[in-house]
């Protein structure tokens, strides 16, 4: 089973950006989850074995970009024209058989320990 770890994370002020990137040990559909202190998990971007098929939530349309090198088996989410309400704690998974919308916890295979982002006023 392939397992992932997250880096990246940190603060930054409203608009700024910050990047987060997984590193897998194997190669497999990623999704990209979030969750803030007293919220569901929130799927926010998932992106195919490949790199041929991506996704994006609603939230995060237009701000956010999901990408990998599968030759350093890495994938990176690049956060821009970050809002406060994006504050959560972020994690990488893997899913087991491609991507499913909307993701059940039996879809994934891996998560990573997760990594915090503070977006501040």
């Known amino acids: 089973q392939v397992q992932v770890q997250e880096s990246g994370g940190g603060s930054v002020l409203v608009g700024g950006s910050l990047r987060l990137t997984c590193a897998l040990s194997?190669?497999?559909?990623i999704g990209w989850f979030r969750q803030a202190p007293g919220k569901e998990r929130e799927l926010v971007a998932a992106?195919?074995?490949?790199?041929?098929?991506?996704y994006y939530g609603d939230s995060v349309t237009g701000r956010f970009t999901v990408s990998r090198d599968n030759a350093k088996n890495t994938v990176t989410l690049q956060m821009d024209s970050l809002k406060p309400e994006d504050t959560a704690v972020y994690y990488c998974?893997?899913?087991?058989?491609?991507?499913?919308?909307?993701?059940?916890?039996?879809?994934?295979?891996?998560w990573g320990q997760g990594t915090q982002v503070t977006v501040s006023p």
């Open positions: 992106i195919g074995r490949r790199g041929d098929k991506t």
């Open positions: 194997g190669s497999t559909a």
């Open positions: 998974a893997t899913y087991l058989n491609g991507i499913f919308i909307p993701t059940r916890d039996t879809d994934i295979g891996s």
